[in-house]
């Protein structure tokens, strides 16, 4: 009979907004990269979806932090702790003997060298014994099922909520990439702004992101995909005061325009970088969406109508990055890691 494992294999998508933990070939942490610590003692209160409940909404005995931004880690304890909790709702059952970790962890590829030395020390000292880096937007188009050792030119366009990253891939490796810290957390900014500024009403983070998923667009006619007017709530700013605002998908399609604008650059960068016979197999394969960001309404539409080369989007984006780092896992010979 078999009662503990000495080691343990697991992949993780290390997200600003969500962290997805792979074990066995299935997906078995899928929580919010929160994590809450008692604000005297540094102690762990909650992490994940316990924590997120709290976001917004502690005394100040308690400070709930989101240890990463744009991609990175921004709070190097928070981030270990937040790591430490997640990976033990990996191996619970197992109380007695914590196995030595074998770890596939996404970073951004635009990260710097004390970015990426940032998650790996970070994974060390949660309990990874060997650790492996892999570029996000390489690891989203394993994930998509895209061959990326093949000798042909796929490109990849992966917007999490801290950084949005967009690759052309060839021969399992990088050919031309751009990294943009422009992504969810910026469309979550713009709608706070923009309701603070034409409808007088303070919203939280949270509501702006309920509002993002409710009537978020990229496009200004949706058509028969057009979703239902959505209702906020929240004090005026001026006399705080309850207000109910209708909010419409136009109106927040055009607050969204300028960040969205920085994305289709980028993406515009991305292919002008690109060698010819890669290009050509680009506009014959098209162009995979990935992340959160890949589910905003008509965003897809928009980004093909702009530069002309079909656009897809993945089955289950918000997971590409996971089920990549999943495979590279469990085929940790046939691709390349950061060192």
């Known amino acids: 009979m078999k009662w503990f494992s000495l080691s343990k294999e697991i992949a993780m998508d290390l997200g600003t907004a969500n962290t997805i933990i792979i074990s066995d070939g299935k997906i078995v942490v899928d929580e919010p990269s929160v994590v809450a610590l008692d604000r005297h003692s540094e102690r762990m209160i909650a992490v994940g979806d316990k924590a997120k409940m709290m976001y917004e909404k502690t005394s100040p005995e308690i400070r709930t932090i989101r240890p ?5 880690i921004a709070d190097f304890n928070a981030c270990e702790q937040m790591m430490r909790g997640l990976i033990k709702m990996v191996h619970k059952s197992n109380r007695l003997f914590t196995p030595s970790l074998k770890m596939v962890i996404g970073v951004p590829s635009g990260s710097t060298e004390v970015e990426l030395r940032a998650v790996r020390d970070s994974a060390e000292h949660a ?7 892999i570029y996000e937007p390489m690891a989203a188009a394993i994930g ?15 917007i999490g909520g801290g950084s949005t990253e967009i690759a052309v891939i060839s021969l399992g490796g990088i050919v031309a990439d751009k990294s943009l810290r422009t992504a969810g957390d910026d469309l979550t900014a713009d709608i706070q702004e923009y309701m603070s500024r034409q409808h007088n009403v303070k919203v939280s983070e949270r509501m702006a992101e309920r509002i993002k998923i409710n009537v978020g667009a990229a496009l200004t006619d949706l058509g028969d995909e057009a979703p239902e007017d959505y209702i906020v ?3 005026n700013r001026i006399t705080a005061l309850p207000m109910k605002v209708p909010v419409c998908y136009q109106e927040i399609a055009h607050c969204l325009e300028k960040t969205i604008a920085k994305i289709e650059t980028a993406v515009l960068n991305a292919l002008e970088d690109t060698p010819p016979e890669l290009y050509a197999d680009i506009v014959h394969n098209g162009i995979y969406l990935t992340g959160g960001g890949a589910l ?3 965003l897809a539409r928009r980004l093909q109508d702009k530069i002309n080369i079909p656009f897809h ?8 990055v996971a089920k990549g780092t999943g495979i590279a896992l469990k085929n ?8």
């Open 296 to 298: 905003l309404r008509g």
């Open 144 to 158: 998509v099922g895209i061959d990326v050792l093949a000798p042909e030119g796929n490109m990849i366009v992966d």
């Open 332 to 339: 940790i010979h046939n691709f390349t890691f950061l060192m």
């Open 313 to 320: 989007v993945a089955d289950d984006p918000l997971h590409s």
């Open 127 to 133: 309990g990874g014994r060997e650790v492996y880096l």
């Open 68 to 72: 990463l931004r744009d991609g990175v």
């Open 233 to 235: 709530y929240g004090p």
